[in-house]
């Protein structure tokens, strides 16, 4: 990544950085080529015919990790060739051929073949001895203890691979303790655990590698990545990109605008703030530049808009998913909690690009070069049919995950069949019609290249659907990993005590440190993967002191709080690979632009700490006593709490800009920040005090119309008095 800073020799380009995700290599070989390409049409094949003929869920994962695993080994190389690690370099000065005969983008060594056969072969175990394994539950073979280190080994440096070192050296760190436990600290300590029964638990059974993490990833996770990039190569993305444009393109800083909404509007199917980075970005940051924002301001816009599409509802990074299973609640209540926070971060983040346009003064792109925004919405209204079958089987009818997305899949496969056909008739008679064609002409021709052309782009979208896949499959199955040490030596217990030890039993200072840890932790890992961690570890934390010091946290809530923060590291300097995928884009400094988003992506920092303390926000009045969630249903008071939250957040970011309606004074900084926190958390002032909370919000809200009046007279007078005198 250095190089992209320094403009080395070789440079970042924002295609290779979102390699990372997709897998960097592509064989010149045909015959290799044609392997890619086929395994990843029979792994997206393989998990269309599961979802509709369920098989023994041991099977299935042991199945999907295999194809991810000969994937992984087939399509990334083990080193960037122009950053060899040191081993190679060592070698290089004994034998200067090392290494460099054959680029290892287009050319698949021997040893990645071998590796790639191995490691699927080593999850293929599971379902070969399946009633064998099954029969010794818990008194594993010597053979099955030496498959499954096989096993382990691979899978760490497969994920190294796909995701670079940080997830494989977390996992490598959680295996060192599930080994030296005798030998740590009093705190840390534990008995340890042999061989063996570590094997058993790692990779015999649904507690570790084959758990919770990898099973979401088979049921659910991998039919909203395919929808996704089926809808992608159906064109949908441009078509979002082009409503954006046209509907906002025209209001100061339109481009900056439209990113935020075409990135929102990518991010209702997207898993990867990378990918969407790249495929809005593209378009995007070029345009925003060229209305005067800056290089890094461009690319932070984006950093900011594609990493906050993971919070969009229905896919979250696959978080909701995995989120539902791990608490035990309906999919449906994750996505209700998550809506309105969600909702407010986008708005929020419309409202700071504004400012930001008024403080420089950016106008929007002229009418005559936007699209027209009644034409462009018909042009591909048909793109949400696809994704109206998909809301309306998980909200109305309220049918499973995996028959909403099998559905809306199956409806997109006939979309992307007739679309072209049907562009194409209709060309074929204006052209016809205009005389641009001879009359002797066939039609049928035409018909069948433009179908032929419909069942290519479904063949690519199946390709891209598991070249998606690649690195989430093995970072849910690492992050197994992690999950399976922490439950076979109770290190959430002891972790308890370390974080109120160092929190001295404040909840407030235990937050902060939760939220550090995911943050720090993040950095280089995938959105899914470091919610997987945190969940494992922090969130029962939080609930537990919160409960110690007499606060009653939802389960959801702390949930959401952790996964909040492991997407913020997704920008965070210095290792936030999306702000390297921008500023790759924008020709910025990756580092300044990460600190730019970082500060576009403060008013989503805050809403974690609101929402953990008012769960309003999450549409939640209350607990019963037996812990179950009471809802908020009454539409004027959600409205009352979403339009509250929404004005708080403004006034946060305005103090965090440093402008509201004029270039704020400290003074007037910190009046925003009081007001955000009243209108916040009412309760702080209207406890003492004795009046009632809507009081509260309401004084905040004329204080903070009546700042905003305020500083627009001032600069009012200022801007008149400059064109009297200039």
Known sequence: MSEAVQGGEHRLSAEEIAAAETGARMPKDPVWGGVIVGLCVAWSVFQLWIAQNPIDSFVARSWHLGFALALVFLAFPAYNQHEPPLFVRWFRKLWPGFG?????????????????????????????????????????????????????????????????????ILALVFIAYLFLGPWLPDILRH???????????????TTGIYGVPLGVSVGFVYLFVLFGSLLDKAGAGKYFIDIAFSGLGGFRGGPAKAAVVASGMNGLVSGSSIANTVTTGTFTIPLMKKTGLPAYKAAAVEVAASTNGQLMPPIMGAAAFIMAEIIGMPYLDVVRAALIPAVISYLALLYVVDLEAMKLGLKGIAKEERPKIGKTFLTGIYYLVPLGILVWFLVIERRSAIFAALTAVE???????????????????AHKRAGNINGDTALGPVLRAAFVEGLKDIWLGLIAGARNMMPIGVATATAGIIVGVVTSTGLVGRFVSLIDALSFGNVSLMLILTAITSLILGMGLPTTANYILMATLTAPVIVQLGGDAGLVFPLIAAHLFVFYFGILADDTP????????????????????????????????ILPFVFIFNTELLMISGLTEGGDIIWISDPIRL???????????????AAMQGFFADQCSWLERALLLVIAILMFRPALLSDPVGVSRIVVQAVGLAAMVG?????????SRREALGAATG
């Open 639 to 653: 409205a009352w709490v979403f339009a509250v939250a929404l004005l708080a957040i403004f006034a946060f970011a």
């Open 100 to 168: 460099t005969r054959r680029s290892n983008r287009d050319h698949i060594p021997l040893i990645d073949v071998v590796l790639a056969v191995v490691a699927a072969g080593s999850s293929l175990y599971i379902w070969a001895d399946n009633d064998g394994i099954i029969s010794r539950q818990g008194l594993p073979l010597p053979r099955d203890v030496w498959v499954g280190v096989l096993l382990i080994v691979l899978l760490l440096e497969a994920t190294r691979r796909a995701l670079g070192a940080a997830l494989s």
């Open 707 to 715: 700042m905003h009046f305020a500083q627009k007279r001032r600069r």
């Open 191 to 205: 008995r340890g655990i042999p061989l063996d029964f570590a094997i058993n638990d790692l990779y015999l059974s």
């Open 411 to 429: 409806a997109l496969a006939v979309v992307m069949l007739i679309q072209r056909p049907i562009i194409a008739y209709l060309a074929f008679g």
């Open 574 to 605: 210095p290792v936030g690979l999306a702000a390297y995928a921008a500023a790759a884009i924008a020709r910025s400094d990756p580092i300044k632009t990460g600190i730019q988003g970082f500060t576009y992506d403060m008013r989503t920092a």
